[in-house]
């Protein structure tokens, strides 16, 4: 059969069936898309709206004559308890820089020997941290919070970093990734006498670069995004991070406030929205190996 | 003991199936540089993760309050939440109520999307714009939609549904017993595409396209074809995806907290985890609180090895 070459399926007999066929998934798609977006538009919207607007009976969708007072506002309406808003962006981003960094060390150090080598213990090492995979990071809380309480580093960024370098997915999408790797490579490199680490950083490591893609971009919106860890880590105010913020200016807004809420918003979700478009090419690639081939 | 004969070399075989049995402690000699590499990350996944479940499993056993050293109660945390905590049945009504809704349904939507995103053009910006609710913080948009659902006539869904005559006065969604956790609902299942969304398209871009002109050849329909070719080949992602979906669906609480307020309106969106922050960090009864995190914990373990059952057999 001369069926060209697609990438999506594509049925050669039934042109008319296909055409309508795609249409209505296209509609479908683009319909779901613009309701998906909604959020998103609503919230740039607002983060720009100058009060008068924000007032305004009927209530308007987008924005006539937009401001950036909002965002003066914002840092404003923080100052109150001493710690400006630039703060917590900078917490946000700073611990999330750091666990990016340390997941990707640790991540793949622990994954080459997972996915080549047969020590004794792998087995039960690797079933204990697809396990945890499974458990929600809220049971281990209480007691991480003990240790952390006991090793003083409550309200430090220590507490938000340390723990989060040892996640279980970065580890699992590391293995996932170098076991492909043919073992011949391996080998060879053996016979010619190098060492285990000239294996790990002249072999494994060139051909890791686009899972890190990956790792980071998950560890980065993942650490950036995560709520419940700062909210029983931190206790002081500057320490606390962008979402632990918006939760405090979420309290009690009222529709002439929303204008620096929203403004908030923005500058929590748009860096991560920007971030993930940069690498968004690579993502879909490794994204394969995380969705554990049989 | 087994006859030991000792490959020369020392350094550890790559995969090669090693038949010769020798000591375990030889074995770790030999391998000794794979315990190297994996020491950093096992130290702080065993102080952080395998030792804090252990302790929660000993602490749900105790009476303690962070100043006194705990003390031994057996089973009576789980007695106390089982026959006298009626707050903590509402949690797990409340819990169980938003699971079935919105997991089932995100996951449904994930795999619909991806089928249909991997038969068009265009297929990168799609997933984009699906995929972004859900990398955007939850608490953030809380925050917006919390505006959306305002309770006064400025709310734009209270404006709407007004001009439209499907309501006769403003409705206070977040406040409202029978409107919160619907509404929340909703913000969840808008936020649901995510790794599983991303998960299913790369495998549905695995699929080999032969089967596809196979089944085509043989005259099979689109949904013979999605239902005989798509589903099984894609089916580790499917499992993946499940038990993602259930981990984080019982975990339900920035959502909850930030827009029903913490506690909500006659508790109406208490969740078990929330239920647990009480406990733990606000009451400091950590004995308490870890009985919830324990069973919060052989919930999830219980229904992710059903889904892994019935999903599969061998992956995972």
């Known amino acids: ?294 | 003991m087994a006859t030991t004969s000792v490959t020369p070399n020392a350094t550890p075989e790559v995969q090669a199936s090693h038949s010769k049995p020798r000591s375990t402690w030889e074995r770790m000699k030999e391998y000794r540089w794979s315990y190297l590499f994996i020491a950093p990350y096992m130290l702080i996944f065993t102080v952080f993760t395998v030792i804090p479940v252990i302790w929660a499993m000993f602490l749900s056993l105790t009476y303690y309050n962070m100043i006194q050293p705990p003390v031994w109660v057996r089973f009576e945390n789980y007695i106390r939440l089982f026959a006298d905590d009626q707050l903590f049945y509402l949690a797990v009504k409340n819990t169980f109520y938003f699971s079935i809704v919105t997991g089932p349904l995100g996951y449904c939507l994930s795999l619909i999307l991806a089928w249909l995103i991997n038969e068009v053009k265009y297929r990168k910006l799609y997933t984009l714009i699906y995929y972004i609710p859900s990398i955007t913080s939850g608490v953030a948009m809380a925050v917006i939609w919390m505006y959306l659902y305002n309770g006064s006539k400025y709310g734009l869904l209270n404006y709407l549904l007004l001009k439209w005559g499907i309501i006769e006065e403003p409705v206070l969604w977040l406040k409202n017993v029978k409107t919160t956790l619907p509404a929340i609902m909703v913000t969840s299942i808008w936020m649901s595409m995510g790794t599983s969304f991303l998960v299913f398209i790369a495998a549905l871009q695995g699929v080999p396209h032969e089967l596809y002109e196979a089944a085509l050849i043989d005259g099979a329909t689109r949904w013979q074809e999605f239902w005989h070719i798509t589903l099984p080949m894609i089916r580790p992602a499917l499992l993946f995806g499940a038990v993602m979906t259930v981990v984080s669906s019982f975990q339900v609480f920035d959502l909850t907290m930030v827009m029903a307020g913490f506690p909500s309106t006659l508790y109406c969106a208490h969740t078990i985890v929330g239920h647990l922050y009480d406990y733990a960090f606000l009451r400091f009864e950590m004995g308490y609180a870890s009985a919830i995190a324990i069973v919060l914990f052989l919930m999830t373990y219980i229904i992710s090895s059903v889904l892994r059952r019935v999903l599969s057999s061998k992956d995972l």
């Open chain 1, 1 to 294: 059969m001369s069926a060209k070459k697609r990438k999506a399926p594509t049925r050669g007999k039934a042109v008319e069936r296909v055409t309508t066929g795609q249409i209505v998934i296209y509609a479908i798609l683009t319909l779901g898309a613009i309701i998906m977006s909604l959020p998103i538009v609503y919230m740039i919207s607002t983060a720009f709206k100058p009060v008068t607007e924000l007032l305004l009976y009927p209530p308007r969708f987008l924005v006539r004559v937009p401001t950036t007072k909002n965002f003066s506002d914002l840092a404003l309406a923080m100052s109150s308890t001493d710690t400006p808003f630039i703060r917590y962006i900078f917490n946000s981003a700073f611990v999330s820089t750091i666990v990016v960094c340390g997941t990707i060390i640790l991540a793949t150090l622990a994954a080459y020997p997972l996915a080549k080598h047969k020590f004794p213990g792998k087995e039960f090492i690797f079933n204990l941290i697809v396990s945890a995979l499974m458990i929600s990071g809220h049971v281990t809380m209480i007691p991480r919070y003990l240790v952390i309480r006991n090793t003083g580093w409550i309200d430090t960024y220590y507490a938000l970093i340390i723990p989060a370098l040892a996640g279980s997915y970065g580890l699992f999408l590391m293995k996932q990734f170098i076991e492909p790797i043919p073992n011949e490579m391996l080998e060879s490199a053996k016979m010619d006498g190098a060492s285990e680490w000239k294996i790990f950083t002249h072999i494994i490591l060139p051909l890791c670069k686009p899972a890190w893609a990956t790792l980071s971009i998950f560890t980065f919106i993942g650490t950036w995004n995560d709520f419940f860890t700062p909210l029983i880590m931190t206790k002081s105010d500057s320490m606390k991070t962008l979402p632990l913020a918006m939760r405090t200016i979420s309290d009690g807004t009222t529709i002439a406030r929303m204008g620096a809420a929203a403004a908030g918003s923005f500058l929590t979700t748009i860096p991560v929205i920007l971030v993930f478009i940069f690498f968004q090419r690579y993502v879909v690639e490794t994204m394969t190996y995380s969705g554990m081939k049989g």
